[in-house]
């Protein structure tokens, strides 16, 4: 059973720092292709960082220079390092994998975490 659970989230300061985590269960992250997303109250889910299996990344420009992702294949977990937060960037973050197609910041991905919340005050 593929189970996704996101954790790290909570309140930072604007230009503050938070890591946020997603462990995988029931597959390995080292072939499937991952991302972070996002949504805010009022707002549609929008893509923040996407990785494949190769490794590759891509990033929304409006976190471009600030965030992270990356994954650890050992700890079969996902990560995205944020930097230099903004109140902007105040929503839930989503973990969201899929095995087959790389769906790069489209929320169109087959498995999804139930997502942890990030507070930015300013």
């Known amino acids: 059973q593929v189970q996704l659970v996101e954790s790290g989230g909570g309140s930072a300061q604007s230009g503050g720092s938070l890591r946020l985590s997603c462990e995988a269960s029931g597959f390995n992250v080292r072939g499937y292709h991952m991302g972070w997303f996002r949504q805010a109250p009022g707002k549609e889910r929008e893509g923040v960082a996407a990785i494949d299996g190769e490794g590759s990344a891509s990033y929304a420009d409006f976190v471009k220079g600030r965030f992270t992702i990356s994954q650890d294949n050992s700890k079969n977990k996902l990560y995205l390092q944020m930097n230099s937060l903004k109140p902007e960037d105040t929503a839930m973050y989503y973990c969201?994998?899929?095995?087959?197609?790389?769906?790069?910041?489209?929320?169109?991905?087959?498995?999804w975490g139930q997502g942890t919340q990030v507070t930015v005050s300013s």
């Open positions: 969201a994998a899929d095995p087959l197609r790389q769906w790069w910041l489209l929320p169109e991905y087959v498995y």
